[in-house]
């Protein structure tokens, strides 16, 4: 199995690869997301002497998480898929945050103002929603906590989605569906757009 994962979605992002147990990271610099995501993404390849039409798919982390870095990254993964036939693969970052801390009643991420973005606990599915830190249980796991482990949550995260094919955003056919981002609330403009009608 060979893939390529992006996470757009962090202060300081980053790209991974696979192929087989073999692994690359690459963190992009803070703040340049936008010109570091490609540079990143070649020299992870090149760090596993992987081309682009040897993957198996490419994964990108949809959100919740910062809206311009959710946007120009499932931006960009879609087109890289479109452009090479690739199948591609959504990643929320509460899978990457579960897949290093599995048991946790709750995962957050901070949405600024005192709110979160939110993953509770059903049974064996998580359940995503909007929260203030009164409503979090305890035992939650904040992703400022963990910010470390993500990579391998991604990576662990890609080969479970390549082996189910039960994570998939769409089906791998690459010309109809594209990733969509999961901003999990509206962008300031559109809430002031609201806020005047």
Known sequence: MKGLVMDTTLKVGFVSAFDGDREAVRYLAEFSTQSALIPACRQVL????????????????????????????????????????????????????????????AYAIAAGHGSYYAAFREGTA???????????????IDQSTIIEELPRGALLAARKALEIK????????????????????????????????
Do not use: H, W
Request: proline share 7%; charged share 25%.
């Open 46 to 105: 090149a760090d596993l002497d992987l081309s682009l039409t040897e993957l198996d798919g490419v994964f990108a982390v949809v959100g919740p998480g910062s809206f311009t870095g959710i946007r120009i990254g499932v931006t960009f993964a879609n087109a890289l898929c479109f452009a090479r036939s690739l199948p591609r693969f959504s990643l929320s970052s509460f899978d990457l945050m579960q897949c290093v801390r599995p048991v946790a009643p």
């Open 126 to 140: 998580l359940t995503e929603r909007n929260a203030e830190e009164s409503e979090l249980p305890q035992g939650t």
């Open 166 to 197: 039960g994570i998939s955003a769409c089906a791998p056919t690459c010309e109809t569906d594209y990733l969509k981002p999961n901003y999990m609330r509206k962008s300031q403009a559109e809430r002031l757009k609201d806020e005047k009608k």
